[in-house]
């Protein structure tokens, strides 16, 4: 029988939350590092990732992922590297998928090298995946919807593929959030966050989560404590206020990228919009089967006649910004952010063109979002016709 889990608006709310603790409805901030002993069992500790307040977010989190057990980390960096130093030892073989998170692309390349782990990227097929696959591949890293052209994984299949090997698989789920996707009801293992995008969601705080079955947990809790990245109570309390209300933003967030994306779709000066919910995405069948929603990240295409930079400055309310998730809704320019690094011809190849902008929708109105990217993509053509004509 499937396990009962309570919605995630309740989740969002009351999950984690304190009883009798003091007369207040919110949790206390309780910001001391030295605690009483009270027997000779665990002692709280912040690197210890069991204080009173990491122990109400992890509560809650570990609910709204359907996951077992949880850890609070200092960044998604510092729970993606702690997960993978805990999992990996020389000699382990890695499968990644090609085209993750910048920051988890320079882990790779950087740090797996050194400790004499042998990795292969992989494209988001399943196939591709398991076909990168060695007698000795301990693990298998991917993320889905994926950055910036939101393909899609087929949890499920690649799930049940790599549990015959007797492979671990891990999905960076920041870009869903658990609002929109569960990964561990799909047989993943592990699920990582980068709590400073949608968890957070206000474009201040920075965090990070590993989720997972006990014993994982357990194993990752190990390396953690000896690397150190945990969290403060004075975050704690910030985190936990911001993920009351994780539900509610994403919800206006999914509904307002298929706003976004329809028009975008129909827009002359668009070449092309990638988006998991429009029905034109490859995609869209597997997303609509294992995510509740599509999310609020979308990219697309500007046509020729439409300069990308051009385009961001002419954006009033659109905030031209690196990072995702929040309130407010922000523009990119992959070429220019994330992909700059990367060599012309490697980004081409996956795809990633000068003219493909990256946007994180958040929870203005929807007409007023739509409004603000009409006017600037018809800025950019006067200005073009005019310089023509000069
Ligand atoms: C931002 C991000 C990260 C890294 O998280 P930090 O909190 O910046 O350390 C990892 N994965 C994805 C998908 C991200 O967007």
Do not use: W
């Not at 399943?126 to 693990?139: D, K, M, Y």
């Not at 049940?160 to 960076?172: M, P, V």
């Amino acid at each position: 029988m499937k396990p009962h889990h309570i919605s995630k608006h309740t989740a969002s709310v009351h999950a984690g939350q304190q009883r009798n603790t003091n007369q207040g409805v919110v949790n206390p901030i309780d910001p001391s590092t030295a605690f009483q002993y009270i027997d000779a069992g665990d002692q709280f500790y912040p690197r210890y990732f069991n204080t009173p307040n990491q122990s109400h977010i992890i509560e809650k989190l570990r609910q709204l992922e359907h996951a077992e057990s949880a850890l609070l980390f200092s960044s998604g960096m510092a729970a993606i590297s702690t997960t993978l130093l805990a999992l990996l030892k020389s000699g382990d073989h890695a499968v990644m998928l090609r085209g993750l998170y910048g920051g988890t692309h320079s882990f790779i390349i950087h740090e797996l090298d050194e400790l004499g782990v042998p990795y292969d990227f992989a494209g988001a097929e399943v196939e591709e995946l398991i076909g990168a696959v060695r007698h000795n591949t301990r693990l298998i890293l991917v993320e889905s919807p994926t950055n910036p052209l939101l393909q899609i994984v087929d949890l499920q299949q690649l799930a049940g593929q790599a549990k015959q090997r007797g492979i671990i698989t891990i999905i960076d789920n920041t870009f869903a959030s658990p609002i929109n996707q569960n990964p561990i009801d799909l047989g993943i293992d592990l699920v990582v966050h980068s709590g400073t995008k949608y968890l957070g969601g206000h474009s201040d705080l920075c965090f990070g989560a590993a989720l997972g079955s006990q014993s994982l947990i357990d194993q990752i809790r190990d390396k953690a404590i000896r690397y150190g990245g945990s969290v403060n109570a004075v975050t704690c309390y910030l985190i936990e206020r911001s993920l009351k209300t994780l539900a509610l933003r994403v919800e206006k967030q999914n509904h307002n990228a298929k706003r976004v994306a329809q028009f975008l779709e129909e827009h002359p000066q668009v070449e092309r919009v990638y988006y998991p919910g429009l029905t034109s995405h490859p995609g869209h069948r597997c997303a609509a089967e294992q995510m509740e929603d599509f999310g609020g990240m979308l990219s697309f295409e500007l046509s020729e006649s439409v300069p990308g930079r051009d385009f961001l400055d002419k954006l009033n309310l659109i905030t031209p910004a690196m990072s995702l998730g929040g309130v407010e809704s922000t523009a990119t320019l992959p070429v220019f952010t994330s992909h700059r690094l990367m060599p012309d011809a490697e980004r081409r190849r996956l795809g990633i063109g000068d003219q493909l902008v990256r946007l994180s929708v958040g929870i203005e109105d929807a007409d007023d979002l739509i409004e603000d990217l009409g006017q600037a993509m018809l800025a950019g053509e006067t200005r073009r016709a005019s310089s023509i004509g000069a």
